[in-house]
C-alpha cells in the first residue's frame, strides 16, 4: 500500500494517511484526524513506537524529540467499520429514489417493478422455481433474435429438448422433435407442415391419431383427398330433405298424400331415396313429373348423368304393365316418369290414385 495517500480500504477498516515534511526541531503535526490508538506513525520510513510520540486528542501527533529539517512524517490511521447487515424483512432497490425497481421478500422472491408476488400485478417476479411477468395492455414477454433464422425458444424436460418455437426468413413455427419431426409453420394465409427449422414438409405429417382423434373440422370451402388438382377437390357434404312437386307435363292435376324425399350430396352426386304416394288425381294427359333438390348437370345426355336402371320400384296400382322409368330434365330440375314399353319408344306415364312409389336414384348436378 506504499504511495497510497488519502483515505485506503483495508480489511474491515479504512485508513487515512497524511505526510509532512519537517522543519528543524518541529514536534507537533496537525492530521486530517484519527482515532487514538488506532494509528501508526513513520518517520522517513521508520515506524515510531508508542513512546516516540504522543496522540491522545484525535488530531495532533506530537514527538518526543524534534525532528530535522526535510524528515518526513507520515501517520496513517484507521478507522474502523462493519460490513452491511441485510435486515429481515423487504429490503429494496430504488431507482434515484422516485419509486422502488427490485424488491427481496421473506421467500427469497425477487420482485421486480412490483411488491408482491400477486400475478394480477404489473412487473416481473423471480420465484425459486419459475418467472411470472405480468403486464398492463402489453406483451409481457418479448424475445428477440438476430440476424439468423433459428430458435428463439427452446423447451427441454429433464435435460432434453422436446420442442422449440423459431423463425424460419418472416414466418414462425413451433412443435415438438419427438422422433421425426412435428412442427407447425405460420406463414401468408396459411398454416403449414414444415420441419424444426421452419422448412417445408411434405406428405409426413398426420393430424390426428388412431384413439386421438378431432371432433368436427369447419370448412368454409373444399377438402384435397388423394391429390392437389382440381378433380381431387371435394367441395361440398351436405344431407336434408326435399319436399318434391309432382304434375303432369300436359294437363290435369295431382294431390300427394307424401312427397318427402331424403337426399345426400357429396359433391356434385347427389343421391335421392324416399317413399312417395299419390292421393288423387285429376283429368291427366301426358306424363308425372317431379322436382329435385339440385339441377342435373347437363354434361353428356340428361339421362347418362342418372345410375340405375331402374331407379322407382312401384307399387299398388297403375295404369301400365311395367315399372316406370325417370329421365332427368337439365333446364328446369325436375325428372320426367316415363312407361316402358317391350321392343317400343317410352311412352307417358299417368299415375293412378293411391299409387305408391319407392324412389332411390342418383345423379350428377352441375356443382
Request: aromatic residues 8%; charged residues 15%.
Amino acid at each position: 500500500m506504499s504511495g497510497y495517500i488519502g483515505t485506503q480500504p483495508v480489511p474491515q477498516a479504512t485508513q487515512t494517511r497524511d505526510s509532512f515534511t519537517a522543519t528543524s526541531g518541529q514536534t507537533s503535526f496537525a492530521t486530517g484526524g484519527y482515532t487514538p490508538n488506532f494509528l501508526d506513525v513513520y518517520l522517513n520510513g521508520v515506524k515510531l513506537a508508542s513512546a516516540d510520540y504522543t496522540a491522545t486528542n484525535g488530531s495532533d501527533v506530537v514527538l518526543a524529540s524534534g525532528a530535522a529539517t526535510g524528515d518526513i512524517l507520515e501517520v496513517v490511521a484507521f478507522t474502523t467499520f462493519t460490513p452491511a447487515n441485510i435486515p429481515s424483512g423487504t429490503p429494496s432497490i430504488t431507482d434515484n429514489g422516485n419509486a422502488t425497481a427490485i424488491t427481496i421478500d421473506s421467500s427469497e422472491n425477487v420482485l421486480i417493478g412490483k411488491t408482491t408476488t400477486s400475478f394480477g400485478t404489473q412487473g416481473v417476479a423471480l420465484r425459486n422455481n419459475r418467472i411470472q411477468s405480468t403486464n398492463d395492455g402489453g406483451s409481457p414477454l418479448e424475445l428477440n433474435r438476430l440476424t439468423s433464422d433459428g430458435d428463439i425458444a427452446l423447451f427441454q424436460k429433464d435435460g432434453t429438448t422436446v420442442g422449440t418455437i423459431g423463425t424460419n426468413g418472416s414466418t414462425l413455427y413451433i412443435g415438438s422433435t419427438e422422433g421425426a419431426d412435428a412442427y407447425i409453420g405460420f406463414g401468408n394465409q396459411i398454416i403449414r407442415p414444415v420441419t424444426s427449422s421452419g422448412a417445408s414438409r411434405d406428405n409426413a405429417i398426420d393430424l390426428g391419431y388412431n384413439g386421438m382423434r378431432f371432433r368436427d373440422l369447419y370448412l368454409s370451402d373444399g377438402i384435397y383427398l388423394g391429390g392437389v388438382g382440381s378433380a381431387n377437390k371435394l367441395e361440398d357434404y351436405e344431407e336434408g330433405t326435399h319436399s318434391a312437386t309432382f304434375a303432369m307435363n300436359g294437363s290435369g292435376s295431382i294431390s300427394m298424400l307424401r312427397q318427402n324425399l331424403a337426399y345426400i350430396k357429396v359433391g356434385r352426386l347427389v343421391t335421392v331415396t324416399g317413399e312417395v304416394s299419390v292421393s288423387s288425381v285429376s283429368s291427366p294427359v301426358g306424363s308425372m313429373t317431379m322436382t329435385l333438390p339440385f339441377t342435373i348437370s347437363a354434361t353428356g345426355t340428361a339421362r347418362d348423368t342418372f345410375i340405375g336402371s331402374k331407379p322407382v320400384a312401384y307399387r299398388v296400382p297403375h295404369n301400365q304393365d311395367n315399372t316406370p322409368v325417370i329421365i332427368g330434365n337439365t333446364v328446369n330440375a325436375q325428372v320426367t316418369f316415363l312407361y316402358e314399353q317391350d321392343n317400343a319408344p317410352f311412352a307417358d306415364y299417368t299415375p293412378a290414385a293411391n299409387a305408391t312409389f319407392n324412389i332411390s336414384f342418383s345423379y350428377l348436378t352441375t356443382s
